[in-house]
């Protein structure tokens, strides 16, 4: 563990993360306190990046739980693996012995769920509890034995304390109001859309082998193209994306040619909604920093000429 | 290397406790302890790494994590914020309602008057015309002054019975709201529909009997609603009785509310206190708000910023303004239409019942789902079966 919030940022910037001082202090205090933290932001910030990145500069294993609407208990804690009971019940019938409640309820008939197999690790853990906005609130009630206490009780065996408490990441894209009981257990943190110089380092960092000038010219461009009213914002994991796809198709400078642009703004936007928005002309205005033309602007350019 | 004042850190962070908690921050006595130990973890004061810990243990949603940094400076380094209240060390301030006012006021004002921010200067009461020249002198708004609102507040005073009344009928109205269904299953104890493959697997626990069925119902999303309450100054005789209404739906229906004159700011947390001295401060706070109205781009950044998550087809927003706006002509349409193609039914709430006269709700009207007056209960009364 790292013993100041300055190594973990070190730590976690030779694994490819370049986290700021508000985000590793944050992180380095939850793993200090043994609280969650709980990361909110758009898609494409990097929030789940973050307990992967963290799990790798700390040599820990990621556990996730991805979260989604009916998430229940049997799915994101533990269940009984039933196949292996019935077996245990006939091999004791086929033997002419009793059969004990020890015999089918016992930590090896238990299946591990997410939450069971992070507080069963012996060693470090990094346990990634992903888009819990998207779960119920009823699971949300239960994540709070768990989080708090770091046990999951299970009636027939007792209950089952962590060996060694995971560095808990809980990441919200703020689709629903999480609870307060849920929020106070947590250490908070948003994350917002990087700025320019911390975006082209971010890229710099991950796709070494790209010119330098391309990366600086497509992340301007991307940073402007978030000022436009777009369905769907484009994240760092967009930015990444079409850079990557760009240098793949040799493209070395941003201006030189729109087609492999135009090809490639599949990376950027995912609706047809804003690939409607965003045409050759728009393009060009963003990339020479204009702004949109009103009408007036586009009216009074002709007589002007004229 | 910055530090922060010297004062006995318990005694400090109380009194920083509670600037955040009359800010509409969670900050407990588990807060308090755990920034007292990142003090201690940290092993030092430098003043940024401490302010970063003490945000993430303090705030616990992106409203908390934007108003951060102002109240951390406001509290602790008072000498380099020109214009704003400072506050003592006491562990509790004690300040009357015409302190609380002032600060709040002062707030919003320097939030308004921040380099970059285009200040509304007027609120046309006609319609705007293209020629019209636009004086940079503030002009006065409809409505009363500020001395005038204050004197008046003895009217405002409500009965509890009144009280009661309008928390019964912002729960009826509520319950009336038709539920959004969507295209998923539940299970439910009473569903109509057999969930074959849940059944299924609940039945290897029964070695392959299906003795424990699963029945399934259409998922519904309950409607969520957004209160927006203009509280600039056309609407200061008016904006006491919609926080009134905006506090009723907030603590029945866990609706969120917003105020906003030349911007917008949530007070979901404020109202759901229930607290006879928070409805005071409230109630205080409208009756000083002068400058003038961007509902446009109040709108705008309710929808991109406040709720850009959470707007969908159950959303149901409810703007109580009289529709004088300051932007530019057509910019309450864009946001209204914007709104609108997120799903969001949209009805407004006019504070008389003559019909609404301003140029910028007359090109906005069309993506409003319903106008309903809504001068005093009775009208609330009315519009229970029109709102669904």
């Known amino acids: 563990m790292a013993a100041t919030p300055d190594d973990l940022r070190q730590s976690l910037h030779r694994v490819g993360y370049l986290a700021d001082t508000d985000l590793s202090t944050a992180v380095w205090l939850a793993a200090e306190l043994e609280r969650p933290v709980l990361l909110e932001g758009d898609a494409g910030v990097g929030k789940t990046a973050l307990a992967q990145a963290l799990a790798k500069a700390s040599n820990a294993t990621l556990v996730r739980l991805q979260c989604f609407e009916g998430l229940d208990l049997s799915q994101a804690a533990y269940e009984w693996n039933y196949s292996r009971q019935l077996m245990s019940i006939r091999a004791h019938e086929a033997s002419g012995g009793a059969i004990r409640t020890d015999d089918v309820f016992g930590r090896d008939f238990l299946l591990e769920r997410p939450l069971l197999k992070a507080i069963s690790q012996p060693g470090p853990c990094v346990l990634l509890i992903d888009e819990i906005d998207r779960a119920d609130e009823a699971f949300e009630a239960f994540l709070l034995e768990v989080l708090a206490e770091y046990q999951i009780t299970v009636p027939e065996i007792g209950t089952v304390k962590a060996t060694t408490v995971p560095q808990v990441i809980l990441t919200s894209n703020g689709t629903r109001e999480l609870s307060d009981a849920l929020r106070r257990r947590c250490l908070y943190h948003h994350l917002d859309y990087p700025t320019l110089a911390r975006e082209i380092a971010i890229v710099k960092a991950t796709l070494p082998d790209v010119d330098s000038q391309l990366v600086e010219d497509a992340v301007q461009f991307v940073q402007r193209l978030r000022g436009d009213d777009l369905a769907k914002t484009p994240g760092v994991a967009e930015t990444l994306d079409w850079i990557k796809a760009l240098h793949r198709m040799n493209v070395h400078i941003l201006a030189s040619d729109m087609a492999p642009l135009l090809a490639t703004l599949g990376c950027l936007l995912k609706t047809s909604e804003d690939h409607f928005m965003v045409n050759a002309d728009r393009m060009l205005q963003i990339m020479e920093g204009r702004r949109y033309e009103g009408v007036a602007v586009k009216n009074a350019a002709p007589e002007g000429a004229a | ?388």
Request: net charge positive; proline share 5%; with cysteine.
């Open chain 2, 1 to 388: 290397m910055t530090t922060l004042t010297a004062k006995p850190a318990s005694e400090g962070i109380a009194g920083f406790a509670a600037l955040l908690r009359d800010h509409g921050m969670i900050v407990g006595p588990a807060e308090q302890t755990a920034m007292l130990f990142a003090i201690g973890a940290l092993g030092g004061l430098k003043v940024g790494v401490v302010r970063s810990a003490w945000r993430a243990i303090a705030c616990h949603s992106s409203r908390d994590w934007r108003q951060w940094d102002e109240l951390f400076d406001r509290y602790w380094h008072p000498s380099r914020t020109r214009g704003q209240v400072k506050v003592s060390g006491q562990t509790r301030p004690k300040r009357d309602v015409r302190q609380a006012v002032q600060a709040m006021r002062d707030d919003m004002d320097a939030a308004a008057s921040k380099p970059g921010s285009r200040a509304a200067k007027t609120a046309g009461d006609q319609p705007a015309t293209q020629d019209a020249p636009v004086s940079d002198a503030p002009q006065a708004q409809g409505g009363a002054s500020r001395a005038e609102a204050l004197a008046q507040r003895d009217g405002q005073m409500w009965l509890p019975e009144e009280l009661s009344q309008l928390r019964a009928l912002a729960k009826q109205i509520t319950n009336h709201l038709r539920p959004t269904p969507t295209r998923r299953w539940q299970a439910l104890h009473n569903g109509r529909r057999l969930g074959l493959r849940q059944t299924l697997r609940r039945s290897v626990a029964f070695g392959g009997e299906p003795v424990n069925p699963v029945w399934l119902n259409r998922r519904v999303e309950a409607p969520k609603i957004f209160i927006l309450v203009d509280v600039s100054r056309s609407m200061e005789s008016h904006a006491a009785f919609f926080l009134r209404v905006a506090r009723a739906f907030a603590q029945q229906s866990q609706a969120r509310a917003f105020v906003f004159h030349t911007r917008i700011i949530e007070i979901t947390n404020l109202l759901q206190r229930d607290s006879a001295a928070v409805q005071e401060k409230i109630n205080a706070v409208t009756a000083g708000f002068g400058a003038g109205t961007r509902i446009a781009t109040s709108l705008e950044a309710f929808t991109r910023q406040h709720a850009r998550a959470q707007l969908s087809r159950s959303a149901r927003v409810w703007v109580f303004s009289d529709g004088f706006d300051t932007d530019e002509p057509g910019a309450l349409a864009d946001a209204l239409a914007e709104l609108r193609q997120r799903g969001a039914r949209i009805s407004w709430f006019h504070p008389t019942h003559k019909a609404a006269i301003s140029a910028a709700l007359q090109g906005g009207k069309k993506y409003i789902d319903r106008f309903v007056p809504l001068a005093n209960l009775a009208d609330l009364q009315a519009a229970r079966p029109l709102l669904r």
